[in-house]
C-alpha cells in the first residue's frame, strides 16, 4: 500500500512495530483502513506530540497508554468547546494529553495533573516543561485522590485515566469538585471490549471499568455518552 507521508501516521514514518492499534473505532474495521482513514482527515499532529509519542513508545515499558494523535487532537478540540479555566487530570503517564489539553486552554487556563508513579517523574517533567505550554500545566507527583481536593479549586474539566480498578472511588472524589455544569473525561471505558467478553470477568482491571461504568449509567446526578474511540472514552456532564 502506497502512503502520503505527509498524512501517513507516525508509525509509518518510522518504520516502529507500533501500527495504527488503538487508533481507530471499536467496531468498525477493518481497523488499519480505518484508523488510518481517520487520521488522514482530522488536524495534524503536531511535530512535538509525535516526538513524544515516539519517545513515550521507545522508552517507557507501556508506550500504548499515550493517549496518541487522534485523542489527543480530541482533547484539545474538548477544551476549546467547554473552554474550562481549570482542568484536573488524573494519569499524567509521560505528558501527552495534559499538553494537548493545554493547547485548547486560554492564556490564563491551566491542567492542573498527577501521575502516582515517581518513576515517570524525570521523563513526564521534561516533555512538559519543553512544551509551548509549559506555563499551563501544573504537573504534580502522587495521589489525586489524596491531593487534588485539598487544592481548593472547583475544575471547569477533569480527565481521569489512572488506576481502572479503582475509578468509581476517584470518580467519587472528583465529582464534588467539579463545577455543575462541568465536564468528567474518562478513558479506557470499553478496555479493547473485554467490559463485554466473558473471558475477562476474573480480571481486575475490567471488573473496575465494568463497575464504574454500571456505577455512572445509574447516577442521576450526571449525564454520560461512551464514545467508541480508541479504547472507549466516556463524557459525563454533571447536571
Given amino acids: 500500500m502506497q502512503l502520503n507521508k505527509t498524512i501517513c501516521p507516525p508509525p509509518y514514518r518510522e518504520g516502529l512495530g507500533v501500527g495504527l492499534q488503538g487508533e481507530g473505532l471499536q467496531g468498525v474495521g477493518p481497523g488499519l483502513?480505518?484508523?488510518?482513514?481517520?487520521?488522514?482527515?482530522?488536524?495534524p499532529e503536531p511535530d512535538y506530540l509525535y516526538r513524544l509519542w515516539r519517545a513515550t513508545n521507545v522508552h517507557t515499558?507501556?508506550?500504548?497508554?499515550?493517549?496518541?494523535?487522534?485523542?489527543?487532537?480530541?482533547?484539545?478540540?474538548?477544551?476549546?468547546?467547554?473552554?474550562?479555566?481549570?482542568?484536573?487530570?488524573?494519569?499524567?503517564?509521560s505528558g501527552y494529553s495534559a499538553i494537548c489539553m493545554a493547547e485548547g486552554l486560554d492564556d490564563d487556563g491551566r491542567?492542573?495533573?498527577?501521575?502516582?508513579?515517581?518513576?515517570?517523574?524525570?521523563?513526564?517533567?521534561?516533555?512538559?516543561?519543553?512544551?509551548?505550554?509549559?506555563?499551563?500545566?501544573?504537573?504534580?507527583?502522587?495521589?489525586?485522590?489524596?491531593l487534588a481536593p485539598t487544592l481548593g479549586i472547583v475544575f471547569d474539566?477533569?480527565?481521569?485515566?489512572?488506576?481502572?480498578?479503582?475509578?468509581?472511588?476517584?470518580?467519587e472524589t472528583l465529582l464534588p469538585i467539579i463545577r455543575?455544569?462541568?465536564?468528567?473525561?474518562?478513558?479506557?471505558?470499553?478496555?479493547?471490549?473485554?467490559?463485554?467478553?466473558?473471558a475477562y470477568d476474573h480480571d481486575h482491571?475490567?471488573?473496575?471499568?465494568?463497575r464504574f461504568n454500571?456505577?455512572?449509567?445509574?447516577?442521576?446526578?450526571?449525564?454520560?455518552?461512551?464514545?467508541?474511540l480508541r479504547d472507549g472514552l466516556s463524557i459525563i456532564r454533571k447536571k
Avoid at 474539566?157 to 470518580?171: H, I, P, S
Avoid at 455544569?181 to 466473558?198: E, I, Q, R, S, Y
Fill in 33 to 43: 483502513d480505518v484508523g488510518l482513514y481517520l487520521l488522514q482527515h482530522c488536524e
Fill in 61 to 93: 515499558l507501556h508506550g500504548r497508554m499515550v493517549s496518541g494523535h487522534l485523542q489527543g487532537r480530541l482533547l484539545k478540540m474538548l477544551v476549546q468547546m467547554i473552554r474550562p479555566k481549570n482542568i484536573l487530570e488524573v494519569g499524567t503517564f
Fill in 111 to 146: 491542567v492542573y495533573t498527577f501521575e502516582i508513579n515517581d518513576e515517570m517523574e524525570d521523563f513526564a517533567r521534561k516533555w512538559i516543561d519543553g512544551s509551548a505550554v509549559a506555563d499551563r500545566i501544573d504537573f504534580r507527583i502522587g495521589d489525586a485522590n489524596v
Fill in 157 to 171: 474539566m477533569a480527565f481521569l485515566d489512572g488506576d481502572k480498578r479503582t475509578y468509581v472511588e476517584t470518580y
Fill in 180 to 198: 455543575p455544569g462541568g465536564f468528567m473525561l474518562v478513558d479506557n471505558t470499553l478496555w479493547d471490549g473485554h467490559v463485554t467478553d466473558p
Fill in 205 to 210: 482491571q475490567t471488573q473496575g471499568i465494568r
Fill in 214 to 228: 454500571d456505577h455512572v449509567a445509574r447516577d442521576p446526578r450526571v449525564e454520560v455518552v461512551i464514545l467508541p
